[in-house]
């Protein structure tokens, strides 16, 4: 009978400390999702998807990637080029804040601005997230480069992004894959 509750007692108290865990992260989620409840976009270290979907990653076609933005919106994105970009010639399609890069046909990167709709998959946006926030959720290493206020930080899924703050601390822009930064 002893034998049996010493067995018994410590794996009672691992299911104690399991759900305990459960419990904490279920808040994370849910904070989560509260910040990006009203995004249309979601975007992410490697990709950009639909609120609630399944995201295309860099490497997906420029007709998949624009028709997925393109339904989010409700409207066709602003097109442009680049021939002068480090990578190589860039096309690019706007939508509100976000701009979505494309290289050989292939969706490289994003970049993305102040603005309604978008937000990365933590939650974070420019012109309402701030840097010493970011700092305090997240891995964030600030960039000696000739961008101002340039930093990056780890994701949840341990991705990169890379952004922009101003002297104030407040985030201005976020970028994720290849962009078209003369540095």
Partial sequence: ?????????????VGCGGSEASDDLGADV??????????KIVVSADGVGARGSEPLRFGATREEVDVMAAQAFGSQGEESSNEECGAGPM?????????????????AGWFLREGDAVATSDGVRP????????????????????????????????????????EAGNIDALQAGVSCFFR
């Fill in 91 to 107: 096309d690019f399609s706007q939508y509100g804040p976000l701009q979505l890069a494309f290289l050989d046909g292939k969706f």
């Fill in 30 to 39: 849910i904070s989560v999702d509260e910040r990006i409840a009203d995004a």
């Fill in 127 to 166: 012109g309402v997230s701030t840097l010493d926030a970011l700092k305090g959720e997240r891995q964030v290493q600030e960039l000696d480069t000739t961008l101002e206020g340039e930093f990056q930080y780890t994701t949840a899924d341990y991705g990169t992004i890379t952004g922009f703050a101003d």
């Fill in 1 to 13: 009978m002893k034998r049996a509750l010493l067995i018994a007692l410590p794996l009672a108290l």
